[in-house]
């Protein structure tokens, strides 16, 4: 039996999963962020730790003994030979720390690095052809087709792109509120929700809220329901808002599909994050615009999630030394 580990490291946590080769999740574990570029290498070496040790301690109560063959760590923020170099010295380091359960026996070659968009991919999808539209915080759309071509549109940060993100709909949302407030647009609901959802007594205390009180990305992106609430409501400003995301969204997913795929191509399209779980209809939006767009292609639901694709291309070294 051949064990192999799958990690899925972003800015917020870190998923590890223990697996086995006949695709069996045995352990799994959680623990802080683990993107080095924003908190250092030694605190996301300890957040890989930690979730290792995890998913490893709930194997051990059924596995007395656990040798890994293999691990793949999908890391936000990686995608230059110095980022996958940078990593790699870091697996070196887990490898020669103590563990109770565990005996590495890694090759080079199994030791497999990629971005977080390849394992939400194939986490997703099953295996490694398709298209991964990820609408969270920020907003990436990443495929790769049967010849192995791969094509990035999006990911550029909340200043530079993520169009389509619950960043942008909520700046969007609140940019509205404003407007309507000033007069310069159309009377909207959302400057009421605002108030109720944030205890404002008056609109014009987002200043307050935004600026004074140092809010970040997170913060703001988190607002996103509000707008997608109003939307559900029927609020025209609101809908107009989620409307133009999914836009946003669609046309970032068309040039990928016209990149890597032709018309006699069939695959998946699987959508990941926040935005897609709102009462607005997004994701049917979506869905039927590529649809309609695109014949012969499906728009789904991860059907896994990114540690697991990760733990797969783990899997998948083990057979082609770690090629995809």
Not at 75 to 96: F, H, M, T, W
Not at 228 to 247: H, K, L, M, Q, W
Not at 274 to 302: D, L, Q, T, Y
């Amino acid at each position: 039996m051949s064990y192999v580990l799958g990690i899925d490291g972003g800015g917020s946590k870190t998923v590890c999963v223990l697996m086995d080769d006949s695709y069996q999740v045995l352990g799994r574990g959680e623990a802080g962020p683990s993107n080095y570029q924003s908190i250092g290498i030694e605190a996301t070496l300890q957040s890989i730790e930690s979730a290792i040790h995890s998913a490893v301690d709930e194997a051990a109560q059924r596995i007395k003994f656990i040798k890994v063959e293999a691990i793949c760590l999908g890391l936000a923020g990686v995608s230059r030979i110095a980022d996958i170099k940078v990593v790699k010295d870091l697996v070196k380091d887990l490898q020669n720390r103590s563990y109770l359960y565990i005996n590495w026996a890694l090759k080079p070659s199994n030791i497999v690095i990629f971005n977080d968009a390849l394992i939400a991919l194939v986490g997703g999808i099953g295996h490694d052809v398709g298209i991964v539209v990820a609408a969270g915080t920020g907003s990436i759309v990443f495929g790769r087709n049967h010849q192995g071509n791969t094509k990035r549109v999006g990911g550029w940060g909340y200043i530079l792109g993520d169009e389509g993100s619950a960043y942008k709909i909520a700046v969007a949302g609140m940019q509205a509120a404003l407007k309507a407030y000033d007069g310069r647009e159309i009377s909207t609901s959302l400057i009421e929700v605002f108030k109720q959802h944030l205890c404002l007594e008056n609109i014009e205390d987002l200043i307050e809220v935004i600026y004074r009180r140092g809010w970040g990305v997170k913060q703001i992106a988190a607002l996103a329901p509000i707008v997608d609430f109003t939307a559900a409501s029927g609020d025209v400003v609101a809908n107009s808002i989620i409307n133009d995301a999914v836009e946003d969204l669609v046309k970032a997913t068309s040039t990928v599909i016209e990149a890597l795929f032709n018309h006699r191509d069939v695959f998946a399209v699987v959508t990941t994050g926040s935005v897609w779980r709102g009462s607005s209809k997004m994701h049917e939006k979506f869905a039927a615009s590529i649809i309609n767009k695109f014949i012969g292609i499906k728009v789904i639901f991860p059907k896994h999630e990114p540690a697991y694709g990760a733990g797969l291309l783990a899997l998948k070294s083990l057979v082609d030394g770690g090629r995809i």
